[in-house]
């Protein structure tokens, strides 16, 4: 990886924080990559117009902060993911959860639960998460 500077990273945590425009460019990074900017541009085109010099400016800072970095092949530039999905998810929420929640799980899961209609499906699957959580903890392996 390379040295980060100006980094979208959260020294206190580590937590990577991207942008939107950030966020759109990783996710095709993550599907093509390794991939060239023309490619993400391309890909891109479907959802928002935006041109070929913003969209590769962008990728060059995000070099900078350590989300891409660059593999030359002769006169191409490829870009490659620095940081995981995960990672990027877990900042992303994080965030959120400390704005709105104050960092508490507890609240978030009540307000879900309260405000956004879940379904019986989605009921479901989170008690099934949660209770899976608990035998994990219960029994270590």
Known sequence: MPKLKNTGLNSENNAVELTEAEWEIMKVVWEKEPCAAGTVQETLAGSRDRA?????TTMDRMVEKGFL???RIRNLQLFKSCISEVDARRGEFRK???RAFDGAL???MQFLIEHECLSKEEASQLRK???RTE??????K
């Open 96 to 98: 959120m959860l400390k």
């Open 52 to 56: 070929y010099s913003t969209v590769k």
């Open 106 to 108: 507890t609240p978030m």
């Open 129 to 131: 998460l949660v209770n």
């Open 69 to 71: 970095e660059i593999e």
């Open 135 to 140: 035998t994990k903890k219960t029994n270590p």
